[in-house]
């Protein structure tokens, strides 16, 4: 973030406050990181390295965001603790006991990988969490900033938002 020294010039200002119309800055005005110069010249000084900026306290915030665990993220950890030894538990009695039965040990084998792959947790422990990453890059392309992952799983039951500023519901471009 920087403060302007000298010059005037209409900046967009819509990644962060969600400013629709151009804002005019002249010396003096604080102007965010990752604004937009549209129209002028300005002459800057930094007053704010990029980790106290608003926009690198932007990058935590969603960085914190994707480090929580969703509830189904929690159950699906619960349930692999005790699944994953279950399976390779299931695919060695596989192995075992075809063996104890006479089966040739390349048969045996092979058995015992198709039960470990074809039950294998490992999707169900690589999906959810693939799942929320791709939907918080997906808001986030769209400007939307998601504070609480574990939100996601009661999205689906809302039938009324309620917005507290007009302003931040915007998408950058000013129009009539």
Do not use: N
């Amino acid at each position: 973030d920087g403060r302007v020294i000298s010059g005037s010039a209409f900046i967009a200002a819509s990644i962060l406050p969600g400013a629709s119309r151009p804002v005019k800055k002249s010396a003096g005005d604080d102007v965010l990181g990752g604004s937009m110069l549209l129209d002028g010249e300005l002459t800057l000084a930094a007053v704010r390295t990029v980790g106290e900026s608003a926009l690198g306290k932007t990058i935590a915030f969603m960085q914190e965001a994707l480090a929580k665990k969703i509830p189904a993220e929690k159950t699906a950890d619960r349930l692999m603790r005790w699944l994953v030894p279950a399976i390779l538990g299931l695919s060695l009695l596989t192995a075992g006991y075809l063996v104890y039965q006479g089966a040739p040990f390349d048969t045996a084998l092979l058995r015992a990988l198709a039960v470990l792959v074809i039950t294998c947790p490992c999707t169900l422990g690589i999906a959810i969490p693939l799942a929320k990453v791709a939907f918080i890059r997906r808001a986030h392309e769209r400007g939307i900033i998601i504070q609480d992952p574990g939100v996601l799983e009661q999205a689906a039951a809302l039938d009324t938002m309620v917005f507290d500023k007009t302003g931040t519901i915007t998408e950058g471009v000013f129009s009539l």
